[in-house]
């Protein structure tokens, strides 16, 4: 009945590794991971006496108030004191807070008593942002679970992604799953970095000047491909879409998705490497 009953309050859960980043030709970062944090608090952790809790409560939530600016710090009080007298151990202070918010948050009252001591729990997540925004975006593309995967993100997976790590977590009032403790208990190994054959400035005056043509042509679609002749690597891959009078965005990459035999466009190549190579 015991192992019955751990089976069934107790379970390991994934932890997600870092992504691995991935690079332009010319050492700009195109694509990379940014640590993301969901703080929760024990609020009736044993060392967190009902003096301390007292004394404290208040300038804690001036404090929380002050950081998120989401709430006033009456309306966080509140909260706390709710959280406790209804016995809550995992109860939700803020989403999506990032580093800095991190480090100034272990400086509050109650959190500063230490990392076993103030009730704080951190649990770290990763946002995949794009730093040159829609630049390439679709040929860097995205990997999701359960979704058909897209650009570099999807091809290189295997090695941008890393091992997942194990977390024990526990279920507690209200169906509510808490870590069981600080560390998780296999540690995710992240995932490799790839440099791209791509190059970010021939890739942003492609896209430039390929949008300009189609706003002048009033133009559905259009796509540019340049290949750097000698090594056969691609440099740059733009492909905008209309989605409004005017305006153009990445939605599909017709380079690689609509790729069709070039035909007798590309004759003229031919005779021009035949003419290089001196062949006639």
């Known amino acids: 009945w015991a192992r019955m009953a751990d089976s069934l309050t107790t379970k390991f859960v994934n932890v997600e590794a870092v992504r691995g980043s991935i690079y332009s030709e010319d050492g700009s970062l195109i694509a990379t991971s940014m640590a993301e944090y969901e703080i929760r608090m024990d609020v009736n952790a044993d060392p967190i006496t009902d003096e301390i809790f007292g004394d404290k409560v208040d300038s804690l939530s001036y404090r929380l108030s002050n950081l998120f600016k989401d709430k006033t710090t009456t309306e966080y009080t509140r909260a706390l004191k ?8 995992y109860f939700l202070v803020q989403r999506k807070v990032d580093y800095n918010q991190l480090k100034e948050l272990k400086t509050f009252p109650i959190f500063n008593m230490g990392r076993y001591k103030g009730g704080l729990i951190v649990l770290q ?20 679970q359960d979704v058909k995967p897209v650009g570099l993100e999807g091809a290189y997976n295997e090695f941008i992604s890393g091992k997942t790590g194990k977390r024990l977590m526990q279920r507690i009032a ?48 259009g796509t540019v491909i340049l290949m750097e002749v000698s090594t056969g690597e691609i440099r740059a891959i733009a492909n905008l879409m209309r989605v409004a009078p005017g305006e153009y965005e990445e939605k599909y990459n017709t380079a690689i998705g609509a790729a069709t035999e070039p035909g007798s466009t590309f004759k003229l190549a031919s005779f021009l490497v035949a003419l290089e190579d001196k062949k006639f």
Do not use: C, H
Request: glycine share 6%; charged share 25%; proline share 4%.
């Open 125 to 144: 997540k990763n946002k995949r942002i794009l730093p040159f925004k829609l630049l390439a975006s679709r040929t860097i593309g995205y990997y999701v």
């Open 82 to 89: 709710k959280a406790r007298s209804e016995g809550q151990r």
């Open 174 to 221: 209200g169906g509510v799953w808490m870590p069981v403790n600080d560390d998780v208990e296999i540690a995710p190994v992240d995932g490799s970095d790839i440099i791209s054959t791509l190059n970010v400035n021939i890739q942003d005056v492609a896209q430039n000047a390929l949008l300009k043509q189609l706003k002048e042509q009033n133009a559905a679609s």
